[in-house]
C-alpha cells in the first residue's frame, strides 16, 4: 500500500526565513510525484510534477526536489503570501489513483 | 475561463435525506475524480472516472455512488447520509489519464453536514 508522509506537520517562519517541507513516500514503483498549495476554504492548486530521482522544479520563491524515498520543497525568502497548507501526492506506475499526504501548514509572517 | 464548479457550497442536511453534489468541467477533460478531506486524514479518494460511463472505486466508495453519463458531469450521490459523511467534498479533473491524472484542477469545495 502506498504511504505518503509528511512533515512537519505544521511549521511557522518569519518573513525571509528560509526552511524546506519533507515529503516521505513508500511506492512500488513512482510514476510521479506531485505538490499542491491549499489556501483555507479553497481546493488544492497544483505545483509542481517530479518523475524522477534527481529532478528538480522551480516556481518564484518554491524548488522542488526528488530523491527515491523523499521530496523536499525548498521555500527561499517566503513571504506572508506563501502562508498556506503545502501537499504532497504520490501516483505509482501500475496506478491510477493518488495518494495525499495530510499536509504541511506553512505560516509566514511579516 | 476554466473552471470546475462544484454545488452546493455548502449543505446541513439530516440523516437519510438523499442528496447530490453536482461536479461541472468546461475543460474537456477525460478523467474526474471525488475526494473527502477530514482533518486528520488528509484528501481521499471516493471514485474516479476516466470517461464517460466509466466510473471505479477509490479508497472510500462505502455510502456513496456516482454516474458519468456525459464527459462534463460528474455527481456525488448520497443515497443516506450518515454523520460519518459529514466532511469536505472536492471535485478534481485531470485532461490525460492515465498518466497525468496527478496534475489535477480541483473544485473550490462542497462543505457537507450530516446531523
Known amino acids: 500500500e502506498d504511504q505518503v508522509t509528511q512533515s512537519p506537520e505544521a511549521l511557522r517562519l518569519q518573513e525571509g526565513e528560509s526552511s524546506s517541507l519533507n515529503c516521505s513516500y513508500t511506492?512500488?514503483?513512482?510514476?510521479?510525484l506531485f505538490w499542491y498549495r491549499q489556501d483555507p476554504g479553497k481546493g488544492p492548486e497544483f505545483l509542481f510534477t517530479l518523475y524522477s530521482a534527481g529532478e528538480e522544479k522551480e516556481k518564484e520563491r518554491l524548488k522542488a526536489t526528488l530523491t527515491k524515498k523523499e521530496s523536499f520543497l525548498h521555500i527561499t525568502a517566503p513571504k506572508p503570501e506563501d502562508s498556506a497548507t503545502y501537499l504532497c501526492?504520490?501516483?505509482?506506475?501500475?496506478?491510477?489513483?493518488?495518494?495525499f499526504g495530510e499536509g504541511t501548514q506553512l505560516t509566514v509572517n511579516p | 475561463e476554466a473552471q470546475v464548479t462544484q454545488n452546493p457550497r455548502y449543505l446541513i442536511t439530516v440523516t437519510g435525506k438523499k442528496l447530490t453534489v453536482t461536479c461541472s468541467q468546461n475543460m474537456n477533460h477525460e478523467y474526474m475524480s471525488w475526494y473527502r478531506q477530514d482533518p486528520g486524514l488528509g484528501l481521499r479518494q471516493i471514485y474516479y472516472s476516466m470517461n464517460v460511463e466509466v466510473t471505479d472505486k477509490g479508497d472510500v466508495p462505502e455510502g456513496y455512488k456516482v454516474s458519468r453519463k456525459e464527459k462534463r458531469n460528474f455527481p456525488l450521490i448520497l443515497e443516506s447520509p450518515s454523520p460519518n459523511q459529514t466532511s469536505l467534498y472536492f471535485c478534481?479533473?485531470?485532461?490525460?489519464?492515465?498518466?497525468?491524472?496527478?496534475?489535477?484542477?480541483f473544485g473550490e469545495g462542497s462543505r457537507l453536514t450530516v446531523l
Open positions: 511506492v512500488s514503483g513512482l510514476r510521479g
Open positions: 501526492a504520490v501516483q505509482e506506475t501500475s496506478g491510477s489513483r493518488l495518494t
Open positions: 478534481a479533473t485531470a485532461p490525460y489519464p492515465p498518466s497525468f491524472i496527478g496534475e489535477l484542477f
